[in-house]
């Protein structure tokens, strides 16, 4: 899976005035994992990323911590690439989603209409290749993705499915296309054979640092989950992000999991992320000043 856009930003945000950013954390550093079998398959394994999902990351757009990924375009946070839709699953969920929007969800709706007044798909996706393969994605128009709002739009800036979805009372997930969603988590499967010849589906579930972006991902200007500066949230990873998970590997699964998370927790986690614990040290550097 190729990264395309998150834009899980709230709607009513407006763009901020931009704190210069602290130095992200190297892509190489020690994790803690746990492997578990799914209480709901015993032919499905799951090794998670203990480091990650008891980070505390968070996403920061629209704020003055997210300096966008392409230079000189902070406020389009992680969205100016536009996203490649997975498969045909994905495309009919975005064109159920784009039934849903309004003028005021949707700053640049108008792009995606016909002289008849008609959104057309044609003028909201756009065809081109991922892994030399056809592939679609979200159009890009002005140097983003279609979907995001830009500055100066009444209903705020920040993507307009997401923003629906809040207005709707919908879970965001269930409207944007599947990278979208998932960013930063990564999660990859795999058949193995175990020794007994039996084979399994075993899901990791990690972070998606730049790797995760392709070979294009050292030149992003700038990436939340290894900036200090986005491990400021009030939770961890693993509850924050928990409709997401649960969408990923199913709620028995996510039970497990969550139990697994509570424990470490509880017993101190040896690994940190480094971005996490240099988010702490500055905090704890603040109030004592």
Same mark, same amino acid.
């Given at each position: ?103 005021? /969800? ?6 995606? +209409?016909?002289? &008849?007044?008609?959104? $057309? ?5 756009? =065809? !081109? ?66 020794? /007994? ?6 899901? +990791?579930?990690? &972070?998606?640092?730049? $790797? ?5 991902? =050292? !030149? ?70």
């Amino acid at each position: 899976m190729t990264a395309g856009a998150s834009a899980s930003a709230p709607t009513g945000l407006r763009p901020a005035t931009k704190i210069d950013p602290s130095p992200e954390v190297g892509l190489d550093f020690p994790r803690e994992w746990i492997e578990f079998n799914d209480p709901a398959n015993d032919e499905h394994t799951i090794a998670a990323d203990l480091t990650w999902l008891l980070s505390r990351w968070t996403c920061v757009f629209g704020t003055p911590a997210c300096q966008g990924i392409i230079e000189g375009r902070p406020d389009d946070g992680c969205c100016s690439h536009g996203a490649f839709l997975c498969d045909d699953d994905d495309r009919k969920k975005l064109a159920k989603a784009v039934k849903k929007l309004t003028p005021q /969800d949707w700053q640049l709706m108008g792009e995606a +209409t016909d002289a &008849e007044g008609k959104v $057309r798909k044609k003028l909201y996706l756009e =065809e !081109d290749e991922l892994d030399d393969e056809p592939a679609l994605r979200t159009r890009r128009y002005e140097g983003a993705c279609i979907f995001l709002n830009r500055p100066g739009f009444e209903g705020g800036i920040g993507c307009a499915l997401h923003s629906m979805a809040l207005r709707t009372g919908l879970e965001p997930l269930t409207v944007k296309p599947e990278v979208c969603w998932q960013l930063p988590i990564r999660r990859t499967q795999d058949w193995v054979d175990r020794p /007994d010849g039996v084979q399994i589906l075993r899901t +990791t579930l990690t &972070e998606y640092d730049r $790797r995760g972006w392709g070979p294009g991902g =050292e !030149d992003l200007n700038w990436y939340c989950s290894g900036s200090p500066d986005a491990h400021v949230g009030s939770r961890p990873v693993w509850q924050s992000y928990a409709p997401e998970l649960i969408e990923l590997i199913g709620k028995p699964a996510y039970d497990e999991l969550a139990r697994h998370c509570k424990r470490r927790e509880g017993l101190g986690l040896i690994a940190v992320h480094p971005a996490t614990r240099a988010a702490q040290e500055h905090e704890a550097n603040e109030r004592s000043a």
